[in-house]
């Protein structure tokens, strides 16, 4: 691994002060929505900005500010972070910019170059920062975290994660809670075993560690057929949630492994699948619930905890909303775990329902098998990684979502071995025909992607924007009852929050590929998203 600081504020004539963030900021980052200081904008995961200049009157007059180009060729999936004027965003795979939220202009750029035995499974990508203090944090492809001087770009210092050789990789942004620095694992591809660990925010150190498949003698290894525990991923790839009051953290955990052959994984394959509630000072296990028992179709629940305080059923509580890749959503209690409700968001054939406990009931012949079946919704989910968004003002629950999609899972025999793929299956189109071990993904003609609009309370479907292909977008919702998302055509459009209708769109040239934000500076609230290689940002015409 190298690293490389480039000093580029005095050469601009540039330079700022940042803020310190203190954790009590983070805590109450809506009573500062000038700022976005979290992956999601707020520790309860809802994407949501109560900024109100731009409404659905005047958003037709957006134009554009500024655009960043990055000089990387992977995906740019970053969401940035805005403090105090200044944004900090990551191009792949681990370079950090600081810029001038409001004109683009870069005060610096950190580069890390990671090591050769990096192997993240889907793309040498990063989605994001954390920030505490005047501190920057990053985890690398190679299994890093790193802290970084807010002002300078200068590392301050450098925590080995995991085994890079092994497959272990960091992709997502990290979670500050308190004074500890909390990141998951990625590389379940690997046949990692995947954990979570908490690192003290000013040394580095690690503070607690939680293995997302558990070992002999702890709770849910029995979910696991002989030694299978000790390859049987559960990886992390998107940030979590916390929520003070119960000082639980909470996050999504992905896939069995081997992915696609459940015969070598017999039993519910705990915690896979599933969400975990975490004590936040001590990483023990305070409850969980699984999504998908035994995964067959990678499906993941590796998407992001939405926390909201709401009336149910005429008491208030205090929910988690969960839009899942395997086609259902869910609400929970989330100080106990208890499934409140759950139903279809697309179309799903691998589950007829779910049962008084949330527990999928299987489909007679949906399981894998040498030759092959077809399940809906497909390998990438009726969702993904791209966030959702809960809106306080509708308290509606809003989903990046493709629908009528499918995929023909087969399944072959694997070993494992250190750092080699261990899925038992790999991707291939059907005009070249199925065999034993192959995914196919199929887009049905009618198929397509929305962004869906569901109240999560009754699960009824309020309104759907439609689109002529799928989406990688995450959303965002505003304070003025405004949607903000966008799609693989390359549009980035807003959305009325309240109908679903249309009230403006730009084409960008690329697949808009993150979850847009909102901030303002001086006085003018700005909108930004990533598309292809650039980061695009808007305001109102002046």
Known sequence: M?????????????????????????????????????????????????????????????????????????????????????????????????????????????????????????????????????????????AHLIAIDAKSGKPLWNTVVGNPKAGYALTHAPLIVKDKVIVGVAGGEYGIRGYIAAYDARTGKEAWK????????????????????????????????????????????????????????????????????????????????????????????????????VEWQGRPRKIMYWANRNGFYYALDRTTGQFLRGAPFAKVTWATGLDDAGRPVRAPGSYSTEKGVEIYPGNQGATNWYSPSFSPRTGWFYIPTWDNYSSIFAKLPVEYVEGRNFTAGAPQSIITGVRPGQIVTRKEEEGYGAIRAIDP??????????????????????????????????????????????????????????????????????VSVNAGSGMFVFALKQ
């Open 457 to 526: 309370r009754t699960g009824e479907k309020k309104w759907d924007f439609k689109m002529t292909d799928v989406t990688d977008s995450g959303v965002l919702t505003t304070g003025s009852d405004l949607v903000f998302a966008g799609g693989r055509e390359g549009y980035f459009f807003a959305l009325d929050a309240r109908t679903g209708s249309l009230l403006w769109r730009m084409p960008l040239g690329g697949v808009v590929a993150s979850g847009p934000i909102s901030y303002m500076v001086n006085g003018k609230q700005y």
């Open 210 to 309: 939680f293995y997302t498949v558990p070992g002999p003698g702890e709770p849910g290894n029995n979910t696991w057929a002989g030694d299978t525990w000790k390859t049987g991923g559960g990886s992390v790839w998107v940030t979590g949630s916390y929520d003070a009051d119960t000082n639980q953290t909470y996050w999504g955990i992905g896939n069995p492994g081997p992915d696609w052959n459940g015969d070598l994984r017999k039993g519910d394959n705990l915690y896979t699948d599933s969400v975990v509630a975490l004590d936040a000072d001590t990483g023990k296990l305070k409850w969980h619930f699984q999504f998908s028992p035994h995964d067959e179709f990678d499906y993941d629940s590796v998407q992001v905890p939405v926390l909201a305080n």
């Open 2 to 142: 190298r690293t490389r600081h480039l000093i580029l504020a005095a050469l601009l004539g540039a330079s700022f002060a940042p803020a310190q963030v203190t954790f009590q900021r983070l805590l109450n980052a809506e009573k500062e929505p000038q700022n976005w200081l979290t992956y999601s904008g707020n520790l309860l995961g809802q994407r949501y900005s109560p900024l109100t200049q731009i409404t659905a009157a005047n958003v037709k007059n957006l134009e554009l500010q500024w655009v960043y180009q990055v000089r990387s060729l992977e995906k740019f999936e970053a969401t940035p972070l805005v403090v105090d004027g200044v944004m900090y965003t990551v191009q792949a795979p681990n370079d950090v910019i600081a810029l001038d939220a409001a004109t683009g202009r870069v005060y610096w750029i950190y580069q890390y170059i990671p090591s050769n035995d990096a192997r993240p499974c889907c793309g040498r990508i990063n989605r994001g920062l954390a920030i505490l203090g005047d501190t920057l944090y990053m985890g690398t492809i190679d």
